[in-house]
């Protein structure tokens, strides 16, 4: 009739301990994220990746480019309350700006951007690395995000799923 008693060990198995959100494809508001924070943080997850652009929208205010935004987003104010609230609760963030494949939202305003095929059309969905101007315009993206995101130590940059293999 007594409690059994002796030693727990509880760490976890793995250093990171991460959710992936794809908030380009589906926005997710500013309380959704810091709610998820105090979740992963009692659960002794550390890590939650935040995909801001994918092909299906872009999620965080673009000074650079406001055109490219959707218009459900988050502010850059937004976004370091999150930054914030997970310093606080000792989860990274670690943001995500897919390139050169998943940029079909952002082609749909800069088709020209679009990687060429050998009759001069353009794709849809992946971005031209051999346009300078494609290059330039992707970077000026990194340097305002990389600025808003400048306390994470790591920023993602996808490259994954590139090229139309089907095109010449």
Not at 23 to 49: H, P, T, V
Request: aromatic content about 12%.
């Amino acid at each position: 009739n007594g409690l059994v008693y002796g030693t727990i060990v509880d760490y976890p198995a793995v250093a990171e301990r991460r959710l992936h959100v794809d908030c380009g494809r589906k926005y997710f508001s500013k309380d959704w994220f810091i709610r998820q924070i105090r979740e992963l943080s009692y659960l002794k997850m550390n890590a939650i990746q935040m995909q801001f652009a994918e092909n299906l929208g872009f999620r965080i205010q673009c000074d650079t480019d406001p055109q490219i935004v959707s218009e459900e987003h988050l502010t850059k104010d937004d976004v370091r309350e999150i930054l914030a609230e997970a310093k606080k609760y000792g989860v990274k963030v670690i943001p995500v700006l897919n390139t050169p494949g998943h940029v079909e939202h952002i082609l749909k305003f800069h088709p020209e951007y679009g990687q060429a095929d050998t009759s001069g059309g353009h794709s849809t969905t992946a971005l031209d690395v051999t346009n300078p101007e494609a290059v330039a315009y992707i970077y000026s993206l990194f340097d305002e995000y990389m600025e808003l995101f400048k306390g994470c130590e790591d920023f993602h940059i996808g490259a994954d799923e590139y090229m139309e293999y089907d095109r010449y």
